[in-house]
């Protein structure tokens, strides 16, 4: 969803050229924010964070402060989000938040995986099967939360817990594609897979 977090294209990328379909339960969504992502800018081509434009109980309406892109992980402090992105006229306002809720509601998934960089770290929430998360951690030598430190009115995971959907943040470091694919396409495949053994039980 945030167009300055190209790996998790390259991920989601990644897992669909190893996975074939009848191996997996999962619709994978590519990349939700193609005009942010071609011009490498968190936000849409209408300046909105797609991220905050959710039918969530959390969602306002105005900006929402961000780190500018590429800034070095240790200086993403509050002080430090000096970025102030639009959150929507309303709720879904957007065709891009409006076409994933859609899918989300056509497929009403057991489990959603919302990739993101550059916190490298599994953020659940309370829905989230305990084994699951650890298992996505685990693999990928990955922090395991519940907690950023910051909140995200409007969110994907927001929404999602609203309507009793579990979801996982799966938030990747920024690097090269070789190093990303060693260290999370293992577990990614393996959370695919095992999602469709989980479903036929």
């Given at each position: 969803?945030?167009?300055?977090?190209?790996e998790t294209v390259l991920l989601a990328r990644g897992v669909l050229e190893r996975v074939d379909a009848e191996e997996a339960s999962c619709a994978i969504v590519l990349c939700a924010n193609p005009d942010g992502t071609a011009d490498g800018t968190r936000q849409n081509a209408r300046g909105v964070d797609l991220n905050r434009n959710?039918?969530?109980?959390?969602?306002?309406e105005g900006t929402t402060p961000s780190y500018p892109?590429?800034?070095?992980?240790?200086?993403?402090?509050?002080?430090?989000?000096?970025?102030r992105l639009s959150t929507g006229s309303a709720p879904l306002?957007?065709?891009?938040?409006?076409?994933?809720a859609a899918l989300i509601e056509r497929l009403?998934?057991?489990?959603?995986?919302?990739?993101?960089?550059?916190?490298?770290?599994?953020l659940t929430t309370s829905l989230v099967p305990d084994a699951v998360a650890r298992e996505l951690a685990e693999a990928a030598r990955m922090e395991l939360t519940d907690d950023v430190g910051s909140p995200a009115p409007g969110a994907l995971?927001?929404?999602?817990?609203?309507?009793?959907?579990?979801?996982?943040?799966?938030?990747?470091e920024h690097?090269?594609?070789?190093?990303?694919?060693?260290r999370h396409l293992p577990g990614l495949i393996a959370f695919v897979t095992r999602m469709r053994a989980t479903s036929q039980d």
């Open positions: 969803m945030h167009g300055e977090e190209p959710f039918p969530a109980a959390t969602w306002r892109a590429g800034i070095d992980p240790a200086e993403r402090v509050p002080a430090n989000r000096t970025n306002s957007e065709p891009e938040s409006g076409a994933l009403e998934p057991a489990l959603v995986l919302d990739l993101h960089a550059p916190l490298e770290l599994v995971r927001d929404w999602l817990a609203d309507k009793g959907v579990p979801c996982i943040t799966y938030e990747v690097a090269g594609l070789p190093a990303l694919y060693a």
